[in-house]
C-alpha cells in the first residue's frame, strides 16, 4: 500500500472511531469511557506488541522510565480522559476541529523546552489553524440541525476548555515519549507500555475525574456497549496505528503526518451520512483551514 493512502487511510479510522465513540462516551460520561475503553486497548495492544514488537527493546533507565510514565499520565489519563469527555459535551465535529490546535501546542512546547526556532511559515500556520478552529467551532452548525451530536451539553467554555486539554495532554505525552523511541525502542511496545501504565490509573482517580467530568448521563454497562468500546479501541489504536506506522516506514515522515491530519475533514462527510444532516459551510471551510495551517506547520519544522 503507497504511504499516502496508508496516512489517509489512517485519518479516516480515526474519524469513524470517533464518531462511533461519540454517543457511548455521553452515554457513560468521559472518564468512564475512557477507563473501559482502556481496558480494551490495554489487551489488544499487549497482544500485537508481544507479536510484532519487541519488549527487550524498552530502555530501562531512570529517565526513559519517568518520561514513559510522564507520557502516559498526561497523553492518556489526562488526556484521553479530557478528549472523550469533549466527544460528551461538544460532540464529535467540534472536539475533532479542536483537537487540530494540537500541533501548534507541540510547536511552542518544543520551542520552550527544546529551543527550536520558529519560522515565519509555522506562526503563519498556527494562526490559520486557531482562525479555522474558531470558524468551525462558533460559527459551523447550519440552522435546522437538530442532531445530538450538534448539541452541547453544559457549558460551551467548559466543553471547549475539555477539548483543549485533551489536546495539550496529547500533545505533552507525545513529546515526552519522542526520546524513548529515539533510543530505539519499538513504537507498538511503547504503544502497549503507555496503556499498560494508564490503565490502573484511570481506576485509582475514577471518582475524581467522574466528579470533574460531571457527566450528563450514567447507563449501565451492556454487551452492546462493551462491542463499540472493542471496536473503538480496535479501529483507533490497531488499525489506525498500523496504518500511520506503514506510512511512516514506506514514505517521508512529513508528508505522511500531513496527509494523517485531514481527520476532521473526513469527520464532516461521515457525519452527513450519519445524522443525515449537512454540516454548515463554516464547518467545511474551517476544517479546511485548519488543516491548511497544520500542514504549513508541520512542513515549516520537517
Not at 485519518?11 to 470517533?18: E, I, N, V
Amino acid at each position: 500500500m503507497p504511504y499516502q493512502l496508508a496516512a489517509l487511510s489512517a485519518a479516516f479510522f480515526w474519524a469513524l472511531s470517533g464518531l462511533i465513540a461519540a454517543t457511548p462516551s455521553r452515554q457513560l460520561g468521559g472518564p468512564r469511557f475512557t477507563r473501559l475503553r482502556m481496558v480494551v486497548a490495554s489487551v489488544l495492544l499487549f497482544i500485537v506488541a508481544s507479536v510484532v514488537g519487541d519488549w527487550g527493546s524498552l530502555p530501562l533507565d531512570n529517565r526513559s522510565i519517568a518520561l514513559l510514565f510522564g507520557s502516559a499520565v498526561l497523553g492518556l489519563l489526562i488526556g484521553d480522559a479530557a478528549l472523550f469527555t469533549a466527544f460528551a459535551r461538544f460532540g464529535p465535529r467540534r472536539t475533532s476541529i479542536v483537537f487540530t490546535t494540537n500541533a501548534p501546542m507541540a510547536a511552542i512546547i518544543g520551542a520552550v523546552v527544546f529551543d527550536e526556532s520558529w519560522s515565519l511559515e509555522g506562526v503563519f500556520g498556527t494562526c490559520l489553524i486557531v482562525g479555522g478552529v474558531v470558524l468551525a467551532v462558533f460559527f459551523g452548525t447550519r440552522p435546522g440541525q437538530i442532531h445530538r451530536f450538534e448539541s452541547i451539553v453544559g457549558n460551551p467554555i467548559v466543553a471547549f476548555g475539555w477539548a483543549l486539554l485533551g489536546a495539550l495532554g496529547q500533545a505533552v505525552g507525545a513529546i515526552m515519549i519522542a526520546p524513548v523511541l529515539d533510543a530505539g525502542a519499538s513504537t507498538w511496545t511503547v504503544a502497549a507500555a503507555r496503556v499498560l501504565v494508564a490503565t490502573p490509573l484511570l481506576w485509582v482517580f475514577a471518582k475524581p475525574m467522574d466528579a470533574a467530568a460531571r457527566p450528563a448521563e450514567r447507563q449501565p454497562m451492556t454487551l452492546r456497549l462493551w462491542g463499540i468500546l472493542t471496536l473503538s479501541a480496535l479501529i483507533a489504536m490497531v488499525i489506525g496505528m498500523t496504518l500511520l506506522l506503514h506510512a511512516f516506514k514506506n514514505g517521508p515522515v512529513g508528508p505522511a503526518t500531513i496527509l494523517s491530519a485531514t481527520t476532521p475533514i473526513m469527520m464532516l462527510p461521515l457525519l452527513w451520512i450519519t445524522t443525515r444532516e449537512r454540516p454548515g459551510l463554516w464547518s467545511w471551510v474551517g476544517a479546511a483551514i485548519a488543516f491548511a495551517g497544520t500542514a504549513l506547520l508541520v512542513a515549516s519544522t520537517a
